[in-house]
């Protein structure tokens, strides 16, 4: 089955930890993308990357950190930095296909500061 | 700045009533129109692509529609099982994403 797999589904982190977050995709798709999702908002765009070890900010980098060293994966650490990271997580993930782009996503990942 | 709107924010449908969902947008070059559907505590389920003003799209009771500055979800006859958020987001010339708030929509039996 192709898709995209998030891990874990829920993860808690205690104030000033690092905890990452694992993307995976077997879609062959280039681009990868890390969106954040709070009540009421629109998904938030965190980091980006087109090509592997290639990745680009998005509009609320601050606090994250990703890398791209295989196309498959796309891990993203939330630093201690991040001021309120409490936060639905969510990967996609897209390709250009016979009528153009379209992003997919993975199933995400619910993450609670104690 | 591209900027996509949805409204209404939230809907309640009887069962059988059919009605339409609204995404205006603001975009530098339009290279594509998104609908997705999300349930709660789980990723957007890819819905359409629309590219062009005129074009549709369908998929069981679900229609998307496509102008120039807006674009439009119908829902046909819904079902509670229709019940979702769903969203809209465009993408522009610099290959990003931007997507709007979602409208939550209620279907009752």
């Known amino acids: 089955d192709g898709g995209i797999t998030q891990s874990p589904k829920y993860l808690f982190r205690k104030e000033g930890q690092n905890v990452t977050l694992s993307c995976e995709q077997n879609l062959n798709h280039d681009a990868m993308y890390w969106y954040r999702q709070d009540p009421g908002q629109g998904l938030r765009l965190i980091y980006y990357s087109q090509i592997v070890n290639d990745f680009q900010k998005g509009d609320i980098a601050e606090g994250y950190s990703v890398s791209r060293e295989k196309k498959e994966s796309f891990p993203l650490t939330v630093t201690s930095a991040q001021k309120n990271p409490t936060a639905f997580y969510l990967c996609?993930?897209?390709?250009?296909?016979?009528?153009?782009?379209?992003?997919?996503f993975g199933p995400g990942t619910r993450l609670t500061v104690l | 700045e591209d900027q996509v709107t949805q409204s209404p924010e939230a809907l309640r449908l009887q069962e059988g009533e059919s009605s339409s969902l609204n995404c205006s947008y603001t975009?530098?070059?339009?290279?594509?129109l998104f609908w997705y559907r999300q349930d709660p505590g789980k990723g957007p389920e890819f819905l359409f692509t629309?590219?062009?003003a005129g074009e549709e799209k369908e998929k069981e009771r679900l229609k998307a529609t496509l102008t120039k500055k807006e674009s439009f979800l119908h829902i046909t006859a819904p079902k509670p099982e229709d019940s979702a958020t769903y969203l809209c987001a465009v993408r522009d010339y610099g290959q990003n994403f931007v997507f709007g708030p979602g409208t939550r929509l209620s279907v009752l039996p």
């Open positions: 996609a993930s897209s390709t250009k296909g016979t009528s153009g782009y379209t992003q997919y």
């Open positions: 975009v530098s070059g339009l290279r594509g």
């Open positions: 629309l590219y062009s």
